[in-house]
């Protein structure tokens, strides 16, 4: 399949480390988003590239949190200095990134962070 | 983006058609009406989208009031696997806010 992938799945790590959450979106698409989903919850946006430039990471929740999209294609999540709150399921999307902006979003099947 | 209001739960019998509104009274002229569905621990998925005329597709049918104040989203033939969180959003077509806004959605129990 051509779809959203993430990896890892699964991420367990304590708290203080740094986690890095990768996604790799469909081929040929420009848009990449990052979103936060708790548990019980609608996904909550993070930040969103157009092709390698970050257009809005209003989202992050604090500087612990950045994105990073260098080649246009496959995008890192890191958080730093991990805390129990950041616990969730962090879902990353794409689209074709149309100038008009009616487009559909194709979400990959998340990662799931705990942080112990 | 216009905020939606959708019922928190719904029940529909498999094989009857199941309905669920939203409103979204704040709607402006340039916004669209999606829906987005999330099964079980799954990803968000694409539905339908409108603006201003009913749409249909080969999953469901979207029915928009003429004032365009609120939308009900149609699937012809419940089964099992419809059984998900519905999400409706409002968003515009252009400008700067290009993400999707979802709020708690609609359980629908088939």
């Known amino acids: 399949g051509a779809g959203v992938s993430q990896s890892p799945r699964y991420k367990v790590t304590k708290r203080g480390q740094d986690v890095a959450l990768r996604c790799d979106p469909i081929s040929g698409h420009v848009s990449l988003y990052w979103y936060r989903q708790a548990l019980g919850q609608g996904p909550e946006f993070l930040t969103y590239?157009?092709?390698?430039?970050?257009?809005?990471k209003s989202g992050l929740p604090n500087d612990r949190f950045s994105a990073e999209r260098p080649e246009g294609s496959i995008s890192t999540l890191t958080i730093q200095r991990t805390e129990q709150r950041d616990s969730a399921m962090y879902r990353c999307?794409?689209?074709?990134?149309?100038?008009?902006?009616?487009?559909?979003?194709?979400f990959g099947p998340g990662t799931r962070l705990l942080v112990l | 983006d216009a905020k939606t209001t959708q019922p928190t739960s719904m029940d529909c019998a498999e094989g009857r058609a199941a309905n669920l509104p939203c409103n979204h009274s704040t709607i402006s002229g340039n916004e669209y009406v999606y829906w987005y569905r999330q099964i079980h621990s799954q990803g968000p998925q694409y539905i339908i989208h409108?603006?201003?005329n009913n749409e249909t597709n080969e999953m469901a049918s979207l029915i928009i009031t003429e004032d365009r104040k609120s939308s009900t989203l149609i699937l012809p033939h419940a089964t099992l696997r419809d059984t998900a969180v519905y999400y409706c959003i409002v968003r515009a077509a252009s400008g700067s806010a290009r993400q999707l806004t979802f709020g708690s959605g609609t359980q629908l129990t088939v």
């Open positions: 409108g603006l201003k």
């Open positions: 999307a794409s689209s074709l990134g149309l100038a008009g902006g009616v487009e559909t979003q194709y």
């Open positions: 590239f157009n092709y390698e430039a970050q257009q809005d």
